[in-house]
């Protein structure tokens, strides 16, 4: 071996980041394969590679027993004292078989095999970096596309964002910088593999904490997140604090935190609400922007029944119920919203003495927590 692949090895350590130890073992294992395949020799060798020098010496292996059945790998205790008198049954002696060609046929030999292990601990070292980034968010570069994948380089390796995973108001073409979420991180016989997302709700969660600080500093909570990716969102949020306000600080001076958030994701609608540890109050909270006159829990079933004023009974509903159903999903509860004229033909309203949201002259007041943030 010569001082020039040691000088190698120290700058594939700086620049690969592989640790040179790694490499020499590497090398080592192809170094004794070599030996066995070209010399047609089956003992227990050991390589000996001295890194002040650049030197490479093969030795053979032998136990040292009373009596010899295989000399390859065996030696007597009398050849054995030959060498060193202390030598006892049981010991190994180490015998110098270094081949005078064994350079250049083990250089030859050992290419493909310190290539290969270099690149397992390659992909070992990247494995250990996204590992740790699962459930996270990165910033990419979409490279290229086909009809399963879309492939987004994240600096160290291409991830895979799925068709499914996609915003359906989105285009993406080579060179585009996108925000993505890391859903999962597999070891594969070709290395780590990487799946992305740009519809999963914990894109949405850490946008916010990206841009919101009392949220990344803890002083805000997200509780819960419902999406339907590209078109619209729901988000509550709580804090401890009551000189804070958690809907106030995500939306920002002028609306501004949760408008780079929309901007994002492309003009996905963004609504964000109170959380409340009581029902009521959530669900209501929840079916923002529509107005809710009342709220009547069924805790057996986790299902409520919503009143809203006649003319809000579309908005509460939502296009093709979207409204209603990402309220559903923030809060957990099930939700059926009648109008009011309908709550008054069922008798369910309103409610003598439980009412939250009726007065007592037969009129409503609104509840509204917050506004719809576009």
């Known amino acids: ?54 030197t490479m010496k093969v030795f053979a292996r032998k136990d040292v027993v009373e009596e010899v059945f295989d000399s390859r790998l065996e030696i007597s205790v009398e050849d054995a004292r030959k060498i060193n008198p202390a030598y006892e049954i049981g010991d190994v002696v180490e015998l110098e078989v270094t081949p005078k060609d064994f350079g250049r046929i083990a250089a030859q030999t050992a290419k493909q095999v310190v290539t290969q292990r270099v690149r397992e601990a390659e992909r070992g070292i990247i494995y250990s970096e996204f590992i740790d980034r699962e459930d996270d968010i990165m910033t990419g570069i979409v490279q290229r596309q086909d009809p399963r994948f879309i492939y987004v380089n994240l600096g160290k390796i291409e991830a895979l964002l799925p068709q499914s995973e ?30 992305v997302s740009r519809t999963h709700p914990g894109l949405l969660k850490r946008l916010f ?76 909270n929840a079916l923002s922007p529509s107005k809710v006159l009342d709220v009547i829990v069924d805790e057996n079933e986790k299902a409520t029944t919503v009143v809203v004023p006649d003319y809000q009974l579309s908005l509460a509903i939502g296009k093709r119920g979207q409204n209603a159903r990402l309220a559903a999903k923030l809060t957990g509860w099930k939700i059926d919203i009648k109008s009011e004229t309908d709550a008054r033909d069922l008798g369910i309203y309103p409610r003598m003495n439980n009412s939250l949201f009726a007065d007592d002259d037969d009129d409503y007041d609104t509840f509204e927590v917050t506004e719809d943030y576009e």
């Open 1 to 54: 071996m010569s001082t020039e692949l040691l000088d190698a090895l120290l700058i594939l350590e700086k620049e690969k980041g592989i640790s040179r130890d790694v490499i020499i073992d590497a090398i080592e294992a192809a170094l004794v394969s070599a030996y066995k395949r070209n010399f047609n020799q089956a003992q227990n060798v050991r390589i000996d590679l001295n890194l002040g020098n650049g």
């Open 166 to 195: 996609q915003m359906p108001n989105e285009t993406y073409k080579p060179h585009d910088r996108i925000k993505v979420y890391i859903t999962k991180v597999e070891k594969t016989t070709k290395g780590p593999q990487i799946f």
């Open 209 to 284: 904490e990206i841009e919101v600080p009392e949220i990344y500093d803890g002083t805000v909570e997200i509780k819960s997140v419902a999406r339907e990716a590209g078109d619209r969102s729901k988000i509550s949020v709580h804090t401890e604090q009551t000189e804070v306000d958690p809907v106030g600080a995500c939306v920002g001076p002028k609306g501004t935190r949760v408008q780079a958030i929309v901007n994002e994701l492309k003009g996905e609608k963004i609504d964000i609400v109170e959380w409340s540890d009581d029902p009521v109050t959530f669900v209501a």
